[in-house]
């Protein structure tokens, strides 16, 4: 790759149901400290892009390179350590334990090397701060001492976007982050993508086009598993085919 701040990559990734192609020779590019954002109708690809890209479905052909290593054959475990991390699906929230206590047993998980690294130093200490300064990335303070049953749908998304950081991942694949979500909620989302984008790459599935708009560095459009347009919001939405799509025009 000539770009180095590209993470994530793919090329020609194709996904073949029986004799039905779900995705079909997608390239895509997603970039270091950028917001992308991967949209189209139902059954355009989004969730087959999803799972290919975690591993979790094995491409039919095509390749796929993140930290300029290549996983096409790449379990999806070795994948989430090597730094690729789907929120909502792996990051799960213990309903009877606090705010804090979950981000805390997120920063304690096995895996995250983060951590360890620091951990022979004055251990609690340090993760008691660690907790603290996610916390307050997300803007939970308010609710930090909150059992997480107890937060609404919204914050309760929050939460999970919380303790997939605690990962430290290099890419954060958001599914739907906005979905179900009152103005507020959006907004506050919206506000901790862009803070979670600072420094690392972030590739969402979005249905909310405004704030799609609104916050994403790039827009790749997909429609019946193959890329219709993909750059910025200018470019896209200047797309002919894809105001036909979107805008009936
Ligand atoms: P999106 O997330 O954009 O709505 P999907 O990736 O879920 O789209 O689906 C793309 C297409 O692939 C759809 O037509 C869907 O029915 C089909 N598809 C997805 N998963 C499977 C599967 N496991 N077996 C057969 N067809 C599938």
Same mark, same amino acid.
């Given at each position: 790759?000539?770009? &180095?701040?590209?993470?994530?990559?793919?090329?020609?990734?194709?996904?073949?149901?029986?004799?039905?192609?779900?995705?079909?020779?997608?390239?895509?590019?997603?970039?270091?400290?950028?917001?992308?954002?991967?949209?189209?109708?139902?059954?355009?690809?989004?969730?087959?892009?999803?799972?290919?890209?975690?591993?979790?479905?094995?491409?039919?052909?095509? *390749?796929?390179?993140?930290?300029?290593?290549?996983?096409?054959?790449?379990?999806?475990?070795?994948?989430?350590?090597?730094?690729?991390?789907?929120?909502?699906?792996? &990051?799960?929230?213990?309903?009877?334990?606090?705010?804090?206590?979950?981000?805390?047993?997120?920063?304690?998980?096995?895996?995250?090397?983060?951590?360890?690294?620091?951990?022979?130093? &004055?251990?609690?200490?340090?993760?008691?701060?660690?907790?603290?300064?996610?916390?307050?990335?997300?803007?939970?303070?308010?609710?930090?001492?909150?059992?997480?049953?107890?937060?609404?749908?919204?914050?309760?998304?929050?939460?999970?976007?919380?303790?997939?950081?605690?990962?430290?991942?290099?890419?954060?694949?958001?599914?739907?982050?906005?979905?179900?979500?009152?103005?507020?909620?959006?907004?506050?989302?919206?506000?901790?993508?862009?803070?979670?984008?600072?420094?690392?790459?972030?590739?969402?599935?979005?249905?909310?086009?405004?704030?799609?708009?609104?916050? &994403?560095?790039?827009?790749?459009?997909?429609?019946?598993?193959?890329?219709?347009?993909?750059?910025?919001?200018?470019?896209?939405?200047?797309?002919?085919?894809?105001?036909?799509?979107?805008?009936? *025009?």
């Amino acid at each position: 790759q000539t770009d &180095s701040r590209v993470v994530l990559s793919a090329r020609g990734l194709t996904r073949d149901f029986g004799g039905f192609t779900a995705v079909n020779k997608v390239d895509l590019d997603v970039r270091h400290a950028e917001v992308h954002a991967l949209i189209g109708p139902n059954g355009a690809g989004k969730t087959t892009v999803f799972n290919l890209l975690t591993k979790f479905l094995q491409p039919t052909r095509g *390749t796929i390179h993140l930290l300029g290593q290549d996983i096409t054959k790449t379990a999806p475990d070795k994948v989430a350590r090597m730094g690729l991390v789907r929120s909502f699906q792996i &990051s799960a929230v213990f309903p009877h334990m606090s705010v804090l206590d979950n981000v805390r047993i997120a920063l304690q998980r096995p895996n995250n090397l983060a951590v360890q690294f620091w951990r022979p130093l &004055s251990a609690l200490d340090r993760l008691n701060e660690r907790a603290d300064a996610l916390i307050a990335a997300v803007g939970l303070e308010k609710e930090r001492d909150a059992f997480a049953v107890d937060l609404s749908y919204g914050r309760k998304r929050v939460l999970e976007i919380a303790t997939t950081l605690a990962l430290d991942p290099k890419v954060m694949l958001l599914d739907e982050p906005m979905a179900g979500m009152g103005q507020e909620d959006v907004a506050a989302i919206a506000k901790i993508i862009r803070n979670v984008a600072k420094d690392r790459a972030v590739l969402m599935v979005e249905h909310n086009l405004s704030v799609v708009a609104e916050i &994403s560095d790039h827009i790749t459009v997909l429609q019946r598993g193959e890329i219709l347009a993909t750059g910025n919001y200018e470019t896209v939405s200047s797309n002919p085919e894809v105001r036909s799509a979107y805008m009936g *025009t």
